[in-house]
């Protein structure tokens, strides 16, 4: 029951790809994905870095979502640039349905006052989708009625582009945006020029807050800071606001979050992560306040990333916004 409940949900966006425009996958940890979330944070760190990125939503659905993402991105401060890649691969209805995206990034940092630097970043993506037919259930296999057709192509590719830019005010605060699918690409199993993948637009800013010294900032490493975060995103008709809110006390990390998708509440976020030395590793867990509710079994989401220097940095001075970890 469980795998024909998962592959009822593929066949209902698969039967109206005609009139429904797919949408991407999302994480609860936003800044645990940094290049997913925004291009401008491409090379925001003073070494390299690596993030991976786990995320199971629904299980009790029967593997209904799962996502998997892997980044690198690198500052080149000698041009004061930074470039990164990214691999993903969204999986639907237990493997129903696919999308594997690779992608090349891009940044631009510049100093425009003592206090602000402002962050442009683009990406280059390449597309592809498939669909398993044979774990598809249709209700005609159920009732003997007849057999659905099988889609003109299975497998289809395109490419696509990004853009974003951040704006930080020394490590006190910043407010970012991007746009996601620039050229609108056209993803249909039928050849149907009205099934692209919509313009989604992201919004995202946040504050640091030191209660250890009461000022703005993050000042000495053992202090406790205090980040109210919020992320707004807009794809198509689909509108999501997130708010919470980080604590951070040296190694030690936890947050909660709200989200909310306007036409109902969606869930209520927990974190905690762990952020030592060149490691961080982060736990999510949404719990489903949508009518859905507990049937879902909520969404796990696991992050792992890995700080280091490939090369001896120059003298020159790297500046880099302050945002959050997870």
């Keep these: 029951m469980i795998k024909i409940v998962a592959s009822l949900l593929v066949v209902l966006l ?30 925001n760190t003073e070494c390299g870095r690596i993030h991976t990125n786990y995320r199971n939503q629904w299980p009790s659905l029967g593997k209904a979502y799962t996502t998997y993402s892997i980044t690198y991105d690198q500052n080149l401060s000698a041009i004061n640039s930074g470039f990164g890649f990214i691999a993903m691969n969204d999986q639907q209805g237990d493997g129903a349905f696919n999308r594997t995206l690779a992608g090349a990034f891009y940044s631009y940092k510049l100093q425009i006052s003592r206090d602000a630097m402002l962050s442009f970043g683009m990406k280059a ?4 989708e498939s669909i398993n037919w044979s774990k598809l259930i249709f209700a005609s296999d159920i009732s003997g009625t007849g057999a659905e057709t099988p889609p003109e192509n299975p497998t289809i590719y395109t490419v696509d582009f990004s853009a974003g830019m951040v704006l930080g005010v020394r490590d006190e605060y910043f407010v970012g945006i991007a746009a996601d699918h620039l050229s609108q690409p056209t993803l249909s199993f039928y050849d149907n020029e009205n099934s692209f993948l919509p313009l989604k637009l992201s919004a995202h800013a946040g504050v640091n807050l030191n209660a250890s010294t009461g000022l703005l900032g993050g000042g000495r490493e053992s202090d406790l800071l205090i980040q109210p975060n919020l992320l707004f995103m807009q ?24 989200r909310h998708t306007f036409n109902n509440m969606d869930a209520v976020v927990i974190l905690a992560g762990i952020n030592y030395q060149q490691f961080r590793f982060g736990y999510s867990y949404d719990f489903t306040v949508s009518k859905l509710g507990g049937r ?8 792992l990333a890995w700080e280091f220097c490939v090369y001896t940095a120059s003298k020159r001075t790297i500046r880099t916004i302050k945002s959050p970890s997870f």
């Design 14 to 43: 698969f039967s109206g790809m005609c009139s429904v425009r797919a949408q991407d996958a999302a994480f609860t940890q936003f800044y645990a994905n940094p290049l997913f979330l925004n291009p401008a944070l491409t090379g």
């Design 125 to 128: 993506a390449f597309y592809q």
């Design 235 to 258: 794809q198509g008709d689909f509108s999501q606001l997130n708010l919470g809110v980080y604590i951070n006390k040296y190694p030690f990390v936890t947050g909660a979050w709200f």
């Design 296 to 303: 879902s079994g909520g969404a796990h989401e696991i992050s």
